[in-house]
């Protein structure tokens, strides 16, 4: 399974890469496919904020650490719930890392991320405006819990708890980076980038019930 | 006509153009041999220079000899030579003496104990003769004097006649020697060693040893008019002796000294330093700069002359120093750490090698391609990134007086993450050595090893025939110089990867295995290794993952 030891953790023979895309992929359309009235209009919509949000993290890779998916998660979790807003974390990962880099590390920051917009789903999902206040505090501790669960895939047979612990250490300005960041991305994008999801979101909704009761007609 | 005429002109400009003599372009050639560490040797025609060799089995040290045209002319190979193939190239003009006559000559002396006198022009073998080899053998620079050629031997001094390489004096020495030069001067032979002595050893025989310090001498000793002068390599600096009086302390990792019309030149780790000993020696100043290995002199005419050093880090190029005041750095598009000095042909032709095993040349006519910085190099991204950083502090102080939170963070963050983002290296290099003089290390120290390393930079690679180690180094902040390091000096080859968040070692010695890991004193290493910072007795630990 493992070919050698990289900079991220064990490097995967590319078996297993296929075998952790599978999954993934099999995760994300597992929960796309419930509830069943997707409309075109609602995938399409989904299918532009993982583009863009892929492309804004590629675009964004030079500068380390400055992860405009983790307020993308907590904001998609928000507004288009559990469900869509794991997929979406798992289909930008996938996406972005094409680009970036893909190995063993994939999965660790699929499920981060899923995670975020988990969290975000569970603790941000109000109607309206989102409240500002919840989504910093979020954005600090989904950045922190993030990269520190990502850090979880160094780990290795011979790497003991202090080797753990000081490399958690090693990396805090990573993390410091990570946190300003995501507020920065909170504060001056997630606004917009929630506006822009909730209309067309209830577009959907809109266009969603038409149909629905074109068929009961029918 | 006048149509007629201008045709006419474009058509000799374009002949003349193409009439360029090939010989005048400036050229490269990956010689893919290992480093070069010593300086080319430019003849009126000829471009020689000495590789290291990769000890890998692909390749051992050569001799090549290029024309000017930058076509192959000769090679010599030595399949048997050992590591550290240091001992600069020596050329002689033909002359008489001892043994009878010689044409000139190409003196090469390898680190297997062998003196090869070649023929400049073929590269053929005219005489040889071979020394003691304790774990190696010759790395320091030879000398002549009349029709001799001086050897500074592992430990010993030899001297052979140029004309049949006749043994003409033999001396043993009591201590061992690397990158032992030996210099002539009106009496007697003067070289250093390991142990900080210096041996004067006359023409007679008669050898007289004088300890200068507790330290390494690894270059020529220098004749000054205060006397003679020695750069003491110690365990984690320099100091300088003249006339065996500590004159002024330094960096560490000393470079080869040079002297030109009573001005010395010094260099280390840290700064590149100008001595006037035209009447008694004095400190006339010191420029930042990292050179450790030759210093050379280029003769611009009798009042004018520009020093240069090679810069030993991974920016590379060569400095050139005027004055103290004075100085720029020559870049080039392939600059890797540099230790070996130019080579000046007496028409102003030059030829440049690093640690690539990369050979440029350039004609007199060139004007290198790149010359950059003087005095200190400004970090613009440092200031931009700084300056945003105190616009949004500025800008959002207002919306902080009136408790406006929200807007203040929206205004300083986006200054913060700039500054953060452009100064990561710098940011997280600082915090690592903050975390590493917090933690107390368990060491990693083997009671096998000699004293003399204590207090010095050790490396150890535990390869799959055994471990071997070098000890004794100092003057290296991060773990990739200090293994660079011990790998040259062992002849290990260590073959690296190139990561977005920094370097990180591939195969050691060939071996690639499932990776590489390292341990500080005994911690795992966690950062690449041009990041990982080690401290000036560091023992760092390769072993297979």
Known sequence: ?218 | MRRVLILLAVLCFANLASAQDPANETWQRDLDNGYISTAPLLTDDLVIVRTSGTWDGSGSPHIFAFDYSGELVWQVENPHSLHHDLSPLLLVEQGQGCGGTWQDLLIVAWADGKIQALDVITGLEKWSAQTEIITWGITGSLAIDSDLVVVPTRQGLSTYCLADGALKQRVELEQLGWRNGVTVSGEAYLLGNEEGILNTVYRNGTVISESIGDGKIRHAPMLTNSGILIHLQTASASEVFIAGELFLAAGPSPALPAIYNDRVYLATSEEFIFLDCTLQCESIGSIPFHSNGEIAIQIIDDEQWKVWAPQNNPEGGWGIFTSTDSWYLLQTSIDDYATAAPGFSSDGSYALGNDKGILMFYNNQQIPQVISQSDEELDYTFIITTLVLLISILASAPAFVFHFHERVLKILLPGVVIFMAFNITMISTAWSGFLTEQIEQEGDWDDSWPDEWKGTQVVVFELPEGEVVFGGMSGHKTVENLTDDAAFRLGILIEKESFAIGDWVKSIDGYEGAGWEFRIDGERGLLAINEAQVGSDSVIRWFPA
């Open chain 1, 1 to 218: 399974m493992v070919l050698a030891s990289g900079t991220h953790g064990p490097v995967l023979e590319s078996g297993w890469i296929l075998a952790i895309h599978a999954v993934l992929i099999g995760i994300a359309f597992l929960l796309l496919t419930k509830p069943s009235h997707n409309s075109r209009r609602e995938v399409l919509l989904l299918s532009s904020i993982v583009l863009f949000t892929a492309a804004l993290r590629v675009a964004m890779e030079p500068l380390p650490n400055v992860q405009p998916v983790t307020m993308a998660c907590l904001v998609v979790g928000a507004r288009l719930g559990l469900r869509r807003g794991i997929a979406f974390a798992i289909m930008v990962t996938l996406l972005s890392n094409m680009v970036i880099s893909d190995g063993w590390w994939t999965l660790f920051q699929a499920s981060g991320w899923a995670m975020v917009a988990a969290v975000g789903a569970k603790f941000l999902n109000a109607e309206g405006e989102l409240n500002m206040k919840h989504l910093l505090y979020l954005s600090v501790a989904s950045s922190l819990f993030f990269d520190w669960w990502v850090s979880l895939s160094i780990i290795e047979s011979g790497t003991t708890f202090t080797d753990f612990i000081l490399y958690l250490a090693n990396g805090l300005t990573f993390d410091l980076l990570h946190i300003f960041a995501t507020m920065a991305f909170a504060l001056w994008l997630a606004p917009a980038f929630s506006n822009l999801i909730s209309e067309d979101a209830s577009l959907t909704e809109s266009a969603l019930a038409v149909g629905e009761t074109d068929v009961v007609l029918g």
